[in-house]
């Protein structure tokens, strides 16, 4: 960091020889966007490539912004045609014209085969250099032909075992492989459980499976049972770590790929929208107060207390919805567990109801002396934590059906209904019986 | 799903027999805590310790629960020391005790050798199934005593290469001695780079490590070099997963290892906690709002409108208060870069202040036709927001600091401020200037 803002430029590059393309990325994250194009000058070369797939899709626009073509071209000419794909997905147009150009028949044919598969599927996070060998051989056979490979790619804990046809048998641990009898066939030997996956699987599904059974690669299978490649844990164990963030950042209206240090202009315009989405619902919630003028007019102490069961609704509500968007992504929740779950949120809103009913009647009596008051506030704060806790239970339920995605707009749509449930509950309710 | 509403016992069994202990675990914490204890005796025996050590804090609690102590014992007799650890850590202490008491002294010795490192230190999720070899002798040799040993365990790509001390020399990858002429010495063809970690290095710092450089497992070294053992990716790749859970759950007061499905009365009593502190921030604001009755008694627009500069300001810095959280869990805000950070967060929040408070200006104008009452609001929202980002930027910093976790408290403090500073800017400044 020190040599960082110095720029020390003799000093970053001995630093740089020893670290890998991720903890490279992590450095460009870290310091503001207006640096990062000449820091770029000191990675060393070999690593371009990579560092540029592991930055965040935000930070790598950036970067890229400082780079002439040629230069993004040169970077990802080694890259497998997976991460070729990401690429062109993700920089602007020129750029991934630029890199279609600089690649022959064979690497153009393989970045449209994985353009080919849908996104966000596991097709185009698939890698080709898959081992496969055949299962009528011996186990010397198969020593035999990896040492004359001369190597083996990394996350290889077994090999795929294929017939004639390229038909996925299972596989071969490379333990098994090193403990036993080389004289052995490999079909005495392979695992034929061995996990595969079909290309248009999902790859949140694959990342959840990847998480569970703790794996390092797993085959990936066409529909006639032909192996087509394999995917490996480094592509998968982002996945998951992005949904969460969607669902941290996604809560205040940012996008998980925000980037801490990208500049600030752009930065602002999205933060503005989001603020500007907020205050049309501030001022329907301030429209819906306004109803009520002449009740405030008369009765001034609503005006102090009124904000408590908005808020109060809010808060329980927001539960309710991170607990439900949460258990959506993780797969907890189902239609066959979602009616119990329905049950138990509106079981603890009814005693939160009716807790919080009796403290705030119990503190607004002493201050204002007003029973009335009290018991209108009382009866606002049931109604409004029923509502909440149905809300924040239905409105992911609901979004989900319809393909909104709640992580992003449900905490927007739950204060909304808060906010306006509790306003009208208790302005409404002491119209009715306070004047 | 379906087997499980009817508990259909031979079918779990079925499905059970085919299910990894991680998937097992999963459907047990997707189903409402008092149908467990029927489902744990469908699962196979031996498969009980790990479907313990998969499941999360809460469900394992709960499940334990409907269990003997007899039970536990035998469920976890075949458990490595690292998992006993965390059961004795996790669960009731007689449960602790009578799987104390069930070691023999060999597994006891093991256990409190295990306990005796930090919580959360590396040395806790050491396992001792390392395999090690001498780096002077040939790859035959090697080959021959992994025959030998007729097995190895998962999630080994490497072998590790000690001396006659058991001094930590580097490491053997299974892909070079596989692809290397078995006449050389291990010395030639290791990996004398190998990268190790002390025992009382946090999880948190290795889990980043993990998963920046898709590690599958590390070598435990002392401080004289010693190897002591080894961790695996199964017992880092969750660490992540609950750091952002943490963050998610933490922003609405909820504990991490909060359980969907946990009994309705224990969820309530942690809810109940939480509306309660909310509660007491509401009802401080609503004093402060009763601060300026007399104010409100003659100009009841500003009831009507108060609400808006509140929530603006609560938005506004829980954008900003989310980013730095996040930032400091994933160690990319360090003091280095902080400076530019609180730099762009204050600038963000002057332009967003600048732009809404012109627009809410111009709309309270043609609302209640009072250029001083727009004035005030635009005014008091240009404050709340710089206010707003201030302390969304300075309080995580602040309580990092003095050591209380600002994903669990942060939130709640910066509403308290954006709520007293949104009231009393706007009525204070209305009182100043209307009255």
């Not at 045609?81 to 279609?100: C, F, H, K, Q, Y």
């Not at 066939?185 to 034929?192: A, H, I, S, T, Y």
């Not at 995917?231 to 801490?260: K, N, P, S, W």
Request: hydrophobic fraction near 50%; aromatic fraction near 6%.
């Amino acid at each position: 960091m020190e040599a960082l803002a110095d720029f020390d430029k003799e000093v970053l590059l001995g630093l740089f020889a020893d670290l890998e393309a991720a903890e490279i990325a992590r450095l460009l994250e870290s310091i503001p966007d207006s640096q990062r194009g000449q820091l770029w000058s000191v990675i060393p070369q070999d690593r371009n490539g990579d560092v540029l797939v592991e930055l965040g899709e935000v930070a790598r626009l950036s970067l890229v912004k400082y780079l002439e073509h040629e230069q993004v071209v040169e970077a990802v000419s080694n890259l497998e045609s997976n991460d070729l794909a990401e690429m062109v997905d993700t920089l602007p147009d020129d750029v991934g014209e630029a890199i279609r150009q600089s690649l022959d028949y064979h690497g153009l044919r393989g970045l449209e085969a994985t353009l080919a598969f849908p996104e966000d599927s596991v097709g185009r996070v698939m890698e080709t250099d898959a081992i496969a060998v055949r299962s009528d051989i011996t186990l010397e056979t198969v020593l035999r032909f990896l040492r004359n490979r001369e190597s083996i790619p990394d996350h290889t804990p077994s090999l795929m075992v294929i017939d004639r046809q390229r038909v996925f048998q299972g596989v071969l641990h490379l333990s098994d492989l090193l403990t036993h009898n080389p004289s052995v066939l490999v079909e005495e030997v392979m695992d034929k459980d061995g996990l595969f996956i079909a290309p248009n699987a999902s790859q949140h599904d694959l990342a959840i499976m990847f998480r569970d059974l703790d794996l390092i690669s797993i085959a990936v299978v066409d529909e006639d049972g032909v192996l087509l490649g394999r995917v490996t844990l480094d592509d998968m164990v982002d996945i998951l770590h992005e949904e969460a963030d969607h669902q941290i950042l996604g809560a205040v209206g940012l996008d998980e790929e925000e980037d801490l240090f990208s500049p600030i202009l752009s930065s602002a315009k999205r933060r503005l929208f989001w603020l500007g989405i907020n205050l049309a619902t501030a001022f329907l919630a301030a429209w819906v107060i306004g109803l009520f003028e002449a009740t405030l007019q008369q009765i001034v102490a609503l005006a102090v207390l009124m904000p408590i069961v908005a808020s109060m609704g809010g808060i329980a509500g927001g539960q309710t919805l991170t607990l439900m968007i949460r258990g959506l992504a993780t797969g907890k929740i189902s239609s066959a567990n979602s009616k119990w779950l329905a049950y138990k949120e509106i079981t603890i809103s009814a005693i939160s109801g009716v807790t919080w009913a009796i403290v705030v009647g119990i503190v607004s009596y002493f201050w204002f002396s007003d029973i009335r008051i009290s018991m209108v506030l009382a009866a606002s704060m049931i109604v409004n934590l029923l509502i909440a806790s149905l809300s924040g239970f239905g409105i992911p339920m609901l979004m989900k059906k319809v393909g909104i995605d709640p992580a992003l707009a449900g905490g927007v749509v739950l204060t909304t209904v808060t906010d306006v449930i509790g306003f009208v509950s208790f302005l409404g309710l002491a119209t009715m019986f306070l004047l």
